[in-house]
């Protein structure tokens, strides 16, 4: 069983910054993808970013540019800085660990960490 813990999230004016992490622990498989899904009011939940164990990253077109995914191996942790933040970018952020970028029944999920950018 894996868990993962958000944090993070909070209130930001358009154009702030804002940086989520999530720390897996228990059985974590390896090699696996991290990433971030975010999920607004009324919508379907979509894909954000992710990286590979060995580093690679992928982009939703929405936030290249702005969004830079991370992790930190030794410590289980995967990051997203968000710059530039827009109105549209308001969501619930989950954290992702599971064997693929796109959802599959083997992935395991976080919580949720609610973004609001908002004047």
């Known amino acids: 069983q894996v868990q993962l813990a958000e944090s993070g999230g909070g209130l930001v004016q358009p154009g702030g910054s804002l940086r989520l992490s999530c720390v897996a622990s228990?059985?974590?498989?390896?090699?696996?993808?991290m990433g971030w899904y975010r999920q607004a009011p009324g919508k379907e939940r979509e894909f954000v970013a992710a990286?590979?164990?060995?580093?690679?990253?992928n982009y939703a077109d929405s936030v290249k540019g702005r969004f830079t995914i991370s992790r930190d191996n030794a410590k289980n942790t995967v990051f997203l800085q968000m710059s530039s933040l827009k109105p549209e970018d308001t969501a619930v952020y989950y954290c992702?660990?599971?064997?693929?970028?796109?959802?599959?029944?083997?992935?395991?999920w976080g919580q949720g960490t609610q973004v609001t950018v908002s004047s």
């Open positions: 228990g059985s974590i498989f390896s090699p696996n993808v």
């Open positions: 990286i590979r164990s060995g580093g690679t990253t």
């Open positions: 992702k660990v599971g064997p693929a970028i796109l959802m599959t029944t083997a992935d395991y």
